[in-house]
């Protein structure tokens, strides 16, 4: 429990309408993307300024009070549950664009500001910024950064990290720093900026943000395809590649996000098929046109029972919100949705390995990914109320760890380490990295009040 006299110093500083402290109140902030896990803070707060959030690091420092930094509490990993309780740091109240500049392609942004205000902006100056999480239209920018945030465009133009030019950080002890520049070049030294990209909130508090912008592309165009064979489906993402084109966007999904597309929104797939790819080409509209001709050439050879192609911006639109809301149709019991990668071209062989593993543990593991990264979705769905059903999905999800690593893989593409995959971590890294990782937390968080409890056992 926090000290009275802590909460009325918080109080002071952020005003009490910027306090959370009632069990009411609390309970929103127990809990994120995920289902498995939930944890009380003793309180929430929302500072509006880094001067504000500084202060808050010192009476925590002082104080040794945890503080779990959090977004939009979209994140699947567990990563913004503040499992030793202590503060929630929320900064959805910093969510000012401070700043486009459309002759440099940057900009600048407050953390909470929401991805898709970011790109709703954007648009409006012919801009893009291409990470995009399924969570884009409720997660922050800062959380995006914090966990090195993926999507489905990240096949073409690269994960969070590829934009991130500078931040502003406020460490644990309240120090504020900046590293990184508004340069596309800089060679001053080490990499700070990169430190911070994808740290989950375990090394400082991400308070600006400078990223790197491009032009918006002038064209872009869907196909979807279908398979009898799953593996048959993952082989022809290879093809795709190999024959030189790189797509925006390759997703694929199986036989139970297909059935439940089909519920949900009816336009013909073949419910009984296996694998279903969702393809997005983008450039000027020459390049789109020739392209998506030699995607739909690669899917015909490689056996597609079914094969559609966008006719119009809305159906384009249409097609991609089946895809987002495939992530809904795992309901009823408490889902992990996991987040191994392996090489793309080990992704039939792991394909094949899930289905073998769905078989040993009699559960079902559907899937949605992004097919052209190698990063799958595996999902497991299981009563956490049943001892039995909750140990069989603990052994499910190791077999498909370490299936992914055995073929070269990692733990996780987009959604972090958190709570959900510290006990894999330790074998996952490199020995002697693992022990330059923790050094480099005690070194910036010698009490270890920042976000205690995550990625390490």
């Known amino acids: 429990m926090l000290k009275s006299e802590s909460i009325s110093s918080l109080r002071q500083i952020l005003g009490k309408e910027a306090v959370l402290a009632e069990k009411e109140e609390l309970f929103s902030y127990s809990y994120d993307g995920t289902d498995a896990w939930s944890h009380m803070p003793d309180l929430v707060v929302f500072p509006g300024t880094t001067e504000q959030v500084s202060e808050v690091m010192k009476i925590a420092s002082r104080n040794l009070i945890p503080v779990t930094p959090r977004g939009g509490g979209t994140n699947l990993s567990g990563g913004s549950i503040p499992v030793n309780g ?92 900046n590293v990184g520049a508004q340069t596309v070049k800089n060679r001053m030294g080490y990499e700070l900026a990169m430190l911070f990209t994808g740290s989950e909130g375990t090394l400082g508090i991400i308070t600006c943000i400078t990223l790197r912008l491009i032009p918006k592309p002038k064209a872009t165009k869907t196909l979807i395809a279908v398979f009898n064979d799953m593996v048959e489906g993952g082989q022809s993402v290879s093809n795709i590649l190999a024959d030189g084109v790189i797509p925006a966007k390759i997703e694929i999904v199986d036989n139970f996000v297909i059935k439940g597309i089909e519920e949900m929104a009816p336009i013909g797939l073949p419910i009984e098929a296996n694998a279903m790819l969702m393809i997005q080409v983008d450039g000027s509209p020459e390049t789109v046109e020739g392209d998506s001709i030699r995607v739909r050439d690669c899917l015909k050879k490689a056996g597609a029972m079914f094969l559609r192609i966008s006719g119009d911006a809305a159906e384009e639109a249409a097609f991609w919100k089946m895809r987002s809301a495939g992530a809904g149709f795992f309901g009823g019991k408490t889902v992990i949705g996991e987040d191994v990668t392996v090489p793309r071209d080990k992704l ?62 990692v733990l996780s593409g987009e959604h972090g380490i958190g709570l959900e995959k510290r006990r894999f971590f330790n074998r996952a890294i490199d020995p002697v990295a693992l022990d330059i990782m923790k050094n480099i937390k005690k070194i910036l968080d010698p009490d270890n009040i920042l976000n205690p409890g995550k990625i390490w056992e």
Do not use: W
Not at 151 to 158: D, E, I, N, T
Not at 366 to 385: E, S
């Open 86 to 177: 202590g503060i929630v740091l929320c900064t959805t109240h910093m969510d000012k664009i401070l700043d486009i500049n459309k002759f440099n392609l940057t900009a600048m942004v407050q953390p909470g500001v929401i991805l898709q205000d970011f790109n709703n902006e954007l648009a409006k100056e012919g801009l893009f910024y291409p990470p995009d999480p399924q969570s884009f239209l409720g997660c922050t920018i800062g959380g995006t950064v914090a966990e090195n945030a993926g999507g489905p465009y990240c096949l073409k133009y690269g994960v969070t990290k590829q934009y991130v030019l500078g931040l502003e950080v406020v460490l644990a002890d309240g120090r504020v720093m």
């Open 348 to 409: 039939p062989v792991f394909i094949k390995r899930l289905a073998e593993i769905s078989t040993e543990t009699g559960f079902p593991i559907p899937f949605v990914g992004h097919a052209g990264d190698g990063n799958l979705h595996p999902t497991i769905a299981f009563n956490m109320k049943n001892e039995d059903e909750s140990a069989r999905a603990r052994v499910t999800l190791q077999k498909i760890v370490n299936a992914a690593l055995a073929l070269g893989g």
